[in-house]
T-cell receptor, first 110, second 116 residues
Framework: GIQVEQSPPDLILQEGANSTLRCNFSDSVNNLQWFHQNPWGQLINLFYIPSGTKQNGRLSATTVATERYSLLYISSSQTTDSGVYFCAVDYGGATNKLIFGTGTLLAVQP | NAGVMQNPRHLVRRRGQEARLRCSPMKGHSHVYWYRQLPEEGLKFMVYLQKENIIDESGMPKERFSAEFPKEGPSILRIQQVVRGDSAAYFC??????????????FGPGTRLTVL
């Protein structure tokens, strides 16, 4: 099956710093989503981005489908950005089920 | 427009009891997915349902687990005779009818099941 790998596995930042999270996938995908799981366990949609670039405030994401990777950029990080960031892919077929990566644990320190 | 709703948010069961988890999709969404997140792990797909039909249950354990999405009412994930290894967060997601195309899945807050 498709493999989804994220890097780095964990990251510690000082408030105000920028970061880039990476998601590599081993096969062509129809859909790619980025999620933030906050320290209370809630899963928050960040981006639906099968290709191209999108921005939402301090966050932006780029997916290069032909090279099978996606990047999530966090600028001017805040303590509320802490949590686990997951990418998830749907590689097609009849069911559209998402395959999740292993996640990047981000801790933003004041 | 309310988001995906799940209840209960926390559920405690003793070994051998039954657990019933409910999921109400977003208004207008007829596709429901259940995922399980074991402690310290990512989410894993369990089952995909449309109204009154199970489309893909390839991620669901063969025994003790069942799911339904009736014509009326929420989707139910049922776990019979729970064991400690069932302790996890169970997330439901929904997506709109998309004419066969993929679309964004919206996730509920999850149900955290603890088996004593």
């Amino acid at each position: 099956g498709i493999q989804v790998e994220q890097s780095p596995p964990d990251l510690i930042l000082q408030e105000g710093a920028n970061s880039t999270l990476r998601c590599n996938f081993s096969d062509s995908v129809n859909n790619l989503q980025w999620f933030h799981q906050n320290p209370w366990g809630q899963l928050i949609n960040l981006f639906y981005i099968p290709s191209g670039t999108k921005q939402n405030g301090r966050l932006s994401a780029t997916t290069v489908a032909t090279e099978r990777y996606s990047l999530l950029y966090i600028s001017s990080s805040q303590t509320t950005d802490s949590g686990v960031y997951f990418c998830a892919v749907d590689y097609g077929g009849a069911t559209n089920k998402l395959i999740f990566g292993t996640g990047t644990l981000l801790a933003v320190q004041p | 427009n309310a988001g995906v709703m799940q209840n209960p948010r926390h559920l405690v069961r003793r070994r051998g009891q039954e657990a019933r988890l409910r999921c109400s999709p977003m208004k207008g969404h007829s596709h429901v997915y259940w995922y399980r997140q074991l402690p310290e792990e990512g989410l894993k797909f369990m089952v995909y349902l449309q109204k009154e039909n199970i489309i893909d249950e390839s991620g669901m354990p063969k025994e003790r687990f069942s799911a339904e999405f009736p014509k009326e009412g929420p989707s139910i994930l049922r776990i019979q005779q729970v064991v400690r290894g069932d302790s996890a967060a169970y997330f439901c997601a929904s997506s709109p009818v998309a004419g066969g195309l993929t679309d964004t899945q919206y996730f509920g807050p999850g149900t955290r099941l603890t088996v004593l």
